[in-house]
C-alpha cells in the first residue's frame, strides 16, 4: 500500500485546527421553497415533484453568488465553503 499525501500542507492544518465558525446563520439548504412558497403548492404531488427538481438549481445558483463575497473577505481562503 502506497503512502498517498494530503492534498494540502501540514502548514494549511496547524494554522487552521482551531477555526470554529459560529453564528452561521439559517440552513436555508433543502428548504428554500418550503419556508418562502404557500403550502398549498406542495399538496398537489406534480407541482411538489416539479419544485423538489427545481431548488437545488435555486440553491445552487445562490451558493455561487455567496462565494462573490467570501472571494473579496481577506481573512478566508477563496474556496471556503464552510460559511453560509
Known amino acids: 500500500m502506497a503512502y498517498i499525501p494530503n492534498k494540502k500542507s501540514a502548514h494549511w492544518y496547524a494554522s487552521r485546527h482551531e477555526d470554529h465558525y459560529t453564528n452561521l446563520g439559517y ?27 427545481i431548488e437545488p438549481m435555486v440553491q445552487y445558483m445562490i451558493d455561487c453568488v455567496k462565494q462573490i463575497r467570501i472571494h473579496y473577505m481577506i481573512s478566508l481562503d477563496k474556496n471556503d465553503t464552510r460559511i453560509r
Open 27 to 53: 440552513d436555508y439548504r433543502g428548504k428554500i421553497f418550503r419556508k418562502t412558497m404557500s403550502p398549498l403548492l406542495f399538496k398537489n404531488k406534480v407541482n411538489a415533484a416539479l419544485l423538489s427538481h
